[in-house]
């Protein structure tokens, strides 16, 4: 990898801890944020010393603002403020400043002007042995494109003029990169690396809030870094994320993310794609009521496999779903009177490499006991909290299942019209969602499908989907907005080892859900309610929009409602759906897809949020 470099303005904190933090992670040196600077009450020269005792290189001062373009009598100014700065930078040891194209004070805009004017601050800036990098801000008045700004730099023809591209003010207009390939690498002085989420609203505020590290958001930032590399470019890569969520989470363990997003952009950028999972193993649930549990996958039409040989946990499976139980209440989901998706099992091609990527990584280790004679699966601690264990990829019943039970193998193979699961929804705290997407994707390769918004009584759930291209493991993970959060405060999770009780307790408090693909989920649920089984129940206002929305068969739509089934349609294909209802925080749906659908049922996940909303209250 190259030098790695990353801005204060990412992580929360003074400038000391923010420094600190970044040394922590790994970085080779930082982009000095002047307001960082000047709220800091560490003089230039104690700044300069405690990043040499960090061991970190002070790469960029930034940034200086509306510069050029201006008349005359304000360039005076500019120069005399820009001077004053050179002087900061020698004090502090920086010899490369940041210069934004101007947003504001340039009025009657004309390019020789602008180069005129970049060429003489070049000039002054070689009095200090500084250079220039200048930037094309997404919003600038005039110059706002990579190609405006390399012609203006090409035009003044000074060394100590040169470029700095930031991915997001660049792909955030849809630039187009393979432009870089006529800018040689050493007229790039400095690289500023951010993603983000694919929005549709101005790029100002899109930038100053929502950016976020390579991996988590929606730019081809692959892309952007081998055109990069192809130039010639050998500098620092540097990170440059405005963000809301950052701002105010732990500093050390948002540069050790940001660093972990570096790592992934190297890696996928030299064409290194992780295995992907090929299936799921299993999922585990634990409840305060595991009684509650047991009866509704019991009805749903699970078999009851065993207990298992040790510990104090039960197998349920149907088809190729298998589900894990605690056979004990546990204190502290007891407390927080709820349940939770403590544990996923992802069949991948060779549990030893993808654990060996997870430790390169750096994401912790998920440590279950085990005997000698049990099958070991590795695991991984996802930012959740939710442990993801290593199961090798087989067609056949996993090897640990052996473990539960006394009975023969398929002996009681529970309801065959369900086939496996098809996916787990995992409830992410506000502050780690982010984390969440980098996760799957660096870790498994899997794919951000176009995320949406739900909306909730008690606020709108973001959702994006993490699924691999052939929908073999589908994740949808859910942001949870602050009026469900049961009042989490953003304190640091302890990053390595095992998930403590208190960490069990605050996820117990989110719904989260395992879906199970059934091959006809109207059978599936006449025979759930045959057992007893209460359904989360379907207001009549949906079945009405749905007659409204698709011209449904009345005998079918009949069918639909009196099951509680939901139902969807669209190019690919049909889907119907039935939830159960939640024990603690957790319930199951069951699905159908007919056809190519692709999706989740969207229109359904309101009203869904809506009715456990209100069952919540009874
Ligand atoms: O939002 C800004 O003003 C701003 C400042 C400096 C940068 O490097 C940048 O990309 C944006
Ligand atoms: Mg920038």
Known sequence: MQKTSIATVCLAGTLEEKMRA?????????????????ASPLSPEQVRDLAEELGLTLDLYQPFRDLEGV????????LRRLEAKFQLMQRLGVDLILLCS??????????????????????????????????????????????HSWSLVQQADRPNLGLCLDSFHILSRRGDVTGFRDIPGEKVFFVQMADAPLLLMDVLSWSRHH???PGEGGFDLVTFMRELYATGYTGPVSLEVFSDVYRQTESVRTAREAMRSLQWLDDAQSGDVPARPTGWDFAEVRAAEPADLVEVLTQLGFADRGRHRTKDVHLFAAGDARVVTNDRAEAPLEHAGGSVIASVGLQVPDPRSTAEHARDLHFPKAWRANRADEMVLRGVQAPDGTEVFLAPSTAAAPQWVGEYGSRAEGETAGDDLILGIDHVNLAQPWQWFEEGVLFYRSLFGLEAQVSNDVASPQGLVRSEVMRTPDGAVRIPLNLIPHGLDPGRSAEPRSLSGHVDHDELRLKAAYPQHVAFLSSDAVEVARRARGRGLRMLPVPSNYYEDLAARFNLDEGFLAELRENDVMYDRDEGGEFLHFYTRTVGTV???VVERRGGYEGYGAGSAPVRLAAQYDLDRQ
């Not at 992670?25 to 000047?38: M, N, Q, R, S, Y």
């Not at 005359?72 to 500019?78: A, L, P, R, S, T």
């Open 102 to 147: 101007n947003v504001g004070t340039a009025t009657n805009w004309e390019d020789p002007v602008a180069v005129e004017q970049l060429r003489r601050a070049a000039d002054l800036a070689a009095e200090y042995d500084v250079r220039i990098a200048y930037e094309a801000l997404a919003w600038g008045r005039f110059v706002n494109t990579y190609e």
């Open 22 to 38: 970044a040394a922590e992670a790994g970085f080779h040196g930082i982009e000095v944020f002047e307001p960082d600077l000047v």
């Open 71 to 78: 008349p005359e009598e304000q360039f005076q100014q500019n």
């Open 587 to 589: 319930f199951f749906e």
């Open 211 to 213: 950016r976020n590290f």
